[in-house]
């Protein structure tokens, strides 16, 4: 599976809209782009997922480049629940749903 | 609809002896994990089961760990003897096929003196 570069850490107001890069400059065609979190003391909550068009659900939206060389994660209104850690993994689907995490981003929503 | 349930959920046990966590995965779901989590890093995969067969324990310490799920349903993970570097949560996870997003438990945290 593809490796993913995020930023190791980030900060967002409460209330905006929380903007998490990913770099997967070696995905393959048939790599899927998956967002997942985990709050503290919690385990990994799926958010969303794409392959090459941008996605949206009620959690979060994820837009992906043309080239798919890199996806962005918005989470459109950051509340103080939204801190957690978010991991961008890229999964090819004949691998089963075998997830490599990262390291991820650890994002802290203040007031 | 009840999600992935693990027990213990908090486990402190003196290094070399054994140690069991359990997991019942979402009704329905064929895929099961177990993931081992250290402080601060991602989780990693240790076993993956289809039903009832083991199709990825290539990360498993198989000296020590060991896992079964009989009837293709719950499952255990045991660890014997258990190490002070086995300290960490352990996090089982369920799909419904190889295809789907996996939904993870909260988790077991082993800590081992």
């Known amino acids: 599976d593809a490796k993913t570069t995020q930023p190791p850490s980030m900060d967002c107001a409460e209330g905006r809209a929380a903007n998490l890069p990913c770099n997967h400059s070696?995905?393959?065609?048939?790599?899927?782009v998956y967002w997942y979190r985990q709050i503290h003391s919690q385990g990994p909550q799926y958010i969303i997922h794409?392959?090459?068009n941008n996605e949206t659900n009620e959690m979060a939206s994820l837009i992906i480049t043309e080239d798919r060389k890199s996806s962005t994660l918005i989470l459109p209104h950051a509340t103080l629940r939204d801190t957690a850690v978010y991991y961008c993994?890229?999964?090819?689907?004949?691998?089963?749903?075998?997830?490599?995490f990262g390291g991820g981003t650890r994002v802290l929503v203040k007031p | 609809e009840a999600g992935v349930v693990q027990s213990p959920r908090y486990k402190i046990i003196e290094k070399k002896q054994p140690v069991a966590f359990w997991c019942n995965p979402i009704?329905?779901?064929?895929?099961l994990y177990w993931y081992l989590q250290n402080l601060g890093q991602g989780p990693e995969l240790l076993i993956r089961?289809?039903?009832?067969?083991?199709?990825?324990d290539s990360q498993l310490p198989k000296d020590r760990f060991s896992a079964e799920r009989l009837k293709g349903v719950d499952s255990t993970l045991k660890i014997q003897p258990a190490e002070l570097g086995d300290s960490a949560v352990y996090l089982c996870?369920?799909?419904?096929?190889?295809?789907?997003?996996?939904?993870f438990g909260q988790g077991t945290r082993l800590t081992v003196v």
């Open positions: 996870a369920s799909s419904s096929d190889t295809n789907t997003e996996a939904f």
């Open positions: 070696t995905i393959s065609g048939n790599e899927y």
């Open positions: 794409g392959l090459k």
């Open positions: 993994i890229v999964r090819v689907q004949a691998a089963g749903n075998k997830l490599t």
């Open positions: 009704s329905g779901h064929n895929t």
């Open positions: 089961y289809e039903n009832e067969e083991a199709v990825d």
